[in-house]
């Protein structure tokens, strides 16, 4: 069995705004070049995807309607965090804002998971 890590990883909770990788957040888009994992739900663009560098992980967590979900997106990043790896939970718009992180939130403390929300810029005018 392997030994637990010394720190345990890091878990973003990031907004990818509107669908235009030009409205990410500075912060959002230097998180996305040095993260380990990408958690991220159907309402990310593909040209927001296509900014993650190849190498690093993505793992697509949407959740359908009528379809039962194959991957629970706070297991996983729970289960990743624990391992010491770097994740980025990747939602549409604002990463609380109808986006249930505020549950994902109470499970990532729960567990002892430290995380950081980054907001994303909204749609609203």
Same mark, same amino acid.
């Given at each position: 069995m392997p030994a637990e890590p010394a720190t345990p990883g890091m878990v973003y909770i990031v907004g990818a705004g509107p669908g235009d990788p030009g409205l990410l957040t500075v @912060? !959002? !888009?230097? %998180? %996305?070049e040095s993260t380990d994992l990408v958690c991220y739900d159907r309402l990310v663009s593909e040209q927001v995807l296509e900014l993650i560098p190849e190498g690093i992980e993505k793992i697509y967590v +949407? @959740? #359908?309607? +009528?379809?039962? $979900? #194959?991957?629970?997106?706070?297991?996983l990043m729970i289960r990743a965090a624990t #391992? +010491? $790896?770097t994740v980025i939970r990747l939602k549409g +718009?604002?990463?609380v804002l109808f986006g249930r992180g505020a549950e994902e939130m109470i499970a990532l403390a729960e567990s002892g998971i430290d995380y950081e929300i980054v907001p994303g810029v909204? !749609? %609203?005018c």
């Open positions: @912060k !959002a !888009a230097m %998180l %996305l +949407g @959740k #359908e309607v +009528g379809c039962g $979900r #194959e991957i629970d997106p706070v297991e #391992e +010491g $790896r +718009g604002d990463p909204s !749609a %609203l």
